[in-house]
């Protein structure tokens, strides 16, 4: 294995505690393709808001980059102004329960899979449907995953805690979340320094 291929098995397995938008459900083994779309259609419309949103953050990226370059304090002003705006867009979202996404939920990500706490104990190898945004670009992803292992809660919001491993997940997407745990290490380093 090369070392770039080695690189990436580990970036592939690296989780990261994280507070996403976040839904699931699950999908019955006999149950149609056309099902599972139309369950994406009933969340289309809030993802298709937030994943133009993350593409203007894609795109503001460098030029805030460069603007930190020449003035912290302007820098630091317009993230805040992006996280408000972010705000405003994740508020539209569950105006009037018009998307079935529940608000944020704590989970451990990786690029293989992920756990969260439910209070529904599922059984290991039900197969769910997974609808997430992820903050740091509002990248919108749709995943389906196998539960692999259900656990009891370690905190008081959840009494299971459920580890799922993704089902056919495409280069596209596993490359999203690497990219987002990566971020968001790189976030916390950061802070942590300024402390």
Known sequence: MTEKNQNQERRKYYRIDDSVIFNYRIVHENQHDSDLSKHQQDVSAAF????LFGQINQQMRTTLGRIGERSADIAAYLKNLDRKIDLLVEMNLFKENQSSLQSRRKINLGAGGLSFGTDEKL???????IDMILSTALTCLHLTGRVIMVTKGTDNDYPYRISIGFTDISDIEEDQIIKHTLRLQSEQLRANKSK
């Open 123 to 129: 059984k290991q190898g039900t197969l769910l449907a």
């Open 48 to 51: 298709e808001m937030a994943d």
